[in-house]
């Protein structure tokens, strides 16, 4: 990690608690291990992290209790990307967002979350009840199905740069239309990052936000500390700010630069 990396804040936009004491279910076979708040907090202590936002995955369904605990061990400067079914009440969008929810997700590619049949719909609920955008884990390759629809709501991001460099045109022109981009899961994707985030950046420089999708869960392989020094070497320092903090804390209706008295609480 270089030295100007870690002058500056991150919020992390992109990261999974994993809490055996709350309820988890299978997909595909697959039940990730334990990544407690304890050990991120262990993971991320030398990296500059002074937020984030903690995404359910398709292993945890539509179960809010883990990420409420997360959420209120994390502290105020991280908040939720969860999955809800469709027939969510207003009642519970409200709940879920004064315990600090900001974004329903829909996962196109592994399931687990409301189905993209419904995402028109519900996004534009959750958007009208709590503010809420909606965040898409897709293949990009598999984005012109969606893309009327996805530049026609409020706020919408992509997770890990659409994870294949054949869908990057396809990418490129939501990014054009202001949709968001998560530099995340260099461990998962089939292209080359630090060309994605250059494009990303030249295109439209307040749609890219770096995290690191900890513990990157079925990537090939985990997230590295060089990989934050890549998103830095990548985008220049005229947008690193931006990058590491000020665009997701937009995005994320945080405070636009924390102190450096921000950082992770303890427990």
Do not use: C
């Amino acid at each position: 990690m270089s030295e100007r990396t870690l002058q500056h804040p991150v919020f992390d936009a992109h990261l999974h608690i994993i809490d055996p004491r709350f309820p988890l279910v299978e997909n595909d076979g697959y039940l990730p291990p334990a990544f407690t708040v304890d050990q991120y907090r262990e993971r991320v202590g030398d990296l500059g992290v002074r937020g984030g936002a903690v995404v359910s995955g398709s292993f945890q369904g539509f179960d809010q209790s883990y990420l409420r605990d997360a959420l209120a061990r994390l502290g105020p400067t991280y908040v939720g990307v969860t999955q809800v079914p469709a027939t969510i009440t207003d009642e519970e969008i409200v709940d879920l967002a004064a315990a600090g929810v900001r974004a329903v997700r829909f996962n196109v590619r592994r399931g687990g979350s409301a189905s993209p049949a419904e995402l028109d719909r519900l996004a534009r609920r959750v958007h009208e009840v709590a503010g809420w955008h909606s965040e898409l884990y897709i293949d990009a390759r598999a984005l012109p199905g969606l893309a009327r629809t996805l530049a026609a709501l409020p706020a919408v991001s992509i997770d890990h740069l659409g994870l294949h460099r054949d869908g990057l045109p396809h990418l490129l022109n939501l990014v054009e239309q202001g949709v968001k981009v998560k530099a995340t899961g260099f461990g998962r994707v089939e292209l080359d990052p630090a060309d994605v985030m250059t494009a990303i950046v030249k295109t439209n420089p307040a749609a890219l936000m770096a995290g690191t999708d900890l513990p990157s869960t079925r990537a090939h392989r985990p997230f590295a500390d060089q990989d934050l020094a890549l998103i830095a070497e990548s985008v220049g320092e005229e947008h690193l700010d931006a990058v590491l903090w000020g665009n997701a804390a937009t995005f994320y209706q945080l405070p636009d630069r924390p102190g450096k008295s921000s950082a992770i609480p303890d427990s």
